[in-house]
């Protein structure tokens, strides 16, 4: 018998998840259906570039929403443990990147919340599975997939 994958979210994730699937339903599907109907009007569809990407669209759409549905079905909840001092699942990180002198604030996510444009990062990342479990004045070496090596200094947890 095959394991259900079980997602983990923050909170915050979830009614992310939550609003973009809203979002999908009500707004991103009428839209859509508008635009197929429009490109039916259009006569015919075998050379109807403008159906052909409403379809595309579509499938899309509720592709993601699938996604989404199943996320939803086999998710848990991440608690934050406020008490701890240690880098964990659903805490903000500040660190000293020592090469460059940089500091930087990462919050760290479960996978599927991972943005690293916005500072979100996973903890199944090599920063995250690095600094896990580390403490604020920890200094350690991070490993990148391309075998780069980077230093960083932990300075704070919120």
Not at 31 to 39: G, Q, S
Not at 51 to 74: M, P
Not at 104 to 128: C, M, Q, R, W, Y
Request: aromatic share 2%; proline share 1%; no cysteine.
């Amino acid at each position: 018998m095959a394991t259900k994958k079980v997602y983990e979210l923050t909170q915050s994730g979830l009614d992310q998840l939550k609003k973009e699937l809203q979002h999908l339903k009500d707004v991103r599907r009428v839209e859509n259906l508008e635009a197929l109907k429009e490109a039916r009007e259009q006569g015919d569809l075998s050379e109807n570039a403008d159906y052909d990407a409403a379809r595309n669209e579509q499938a899309r759409i509720e592709a993601r929403i699938a996604e989404i549905e199943v996320i939803l079905k086999n998710v848990k909840i991440i608690k934050i443990n406020d008490d701890s001092t240690s880098v964990n699942i659903g805490r903000a990180v500040e660190l000293l990147f020592v090469e460059k002198n940089e500091t930087k604030k990462f919050h760290l996510v479960g996978t599927i919340e991972a943005d690293p444009l916005n500072h979100k990062i996973s903890i199944e990342s090599p920063l995250g599975k690095a600094i896990k479990g580390r403490e604020v004045g920890e200094v350690v070496t991070i490993k990148s997939a391309t075998n780069k090596q980077s230093t960083v200094k932990i300075l704070s947890i919120n």
